[in-house]
């Protein structure tokens, strides 16, 4: 069981872990170094080289990360619970489309995604607990208020 000030704190590390894993999917050409490491990563983890990305596939690696950077700025800047409640359902559902595409393609590197984001959607799942007109020991939930 977490305070609200501990769980704001929370909310703020993981946007700031965003920030930094996002950062270089939110323009083509950062993403296109990106891919190069991500497929020489994933080589060395024992899967094959990721395929060769287009203009499309640019084009919504952009998207998404332009997306991820904004979300995570608001967080960072206003860490309320209710953007943990809401960006651990995000993190569950970026979750499951990486296993499944884990199941389609056996790619490793995807591990060293669905780990983290599991991680983090976990910890912003955890229970609040406010100090402030509640029992003691009494949860408070801040869901999405």
Not at 34 to 53: C, K, Q, T, W
């Amino acid at each position: 069981m977490l305070s609200v000030s501990a769980f704001r704190r929370l909310v703020r590390a993981s946007a700031i872990y965003d920030v930094l894993m996002t950062a270089p999917f939110t323009t083509p050409w950062t993403f296109l170094l990106l891919r190069e490491h991500l497929s020489a990563l994933n080589v060395g983890l024992g899967g094959v080289p990721l395929p060769v990305f287009g203009p499309f596939h640019l084009l919504i690696s952009s998207l998404f990360g332009s997306v991820v950077m904004v979300w995570s700025v608001l967080r960072m800047l206003n860490p309320q619970p209710r953007f943990g409640r809401y960006d651990a359902a995000a993190r569950y559902l970026f979750s499951t489309w990486m296993a499944w595409a884990l199941l389609v393609t056996g790619q490793p590197v995807l591990w060293l995604f669905i780990v983290p984001e599991l991680a983090w959607g976990l910890a912003q799942s955890l229970t609040l607990h406010s100090g402030v007109g509640a029992r003691e020991g009494a949860p408070h939930e801040s869901l999405l208020r």
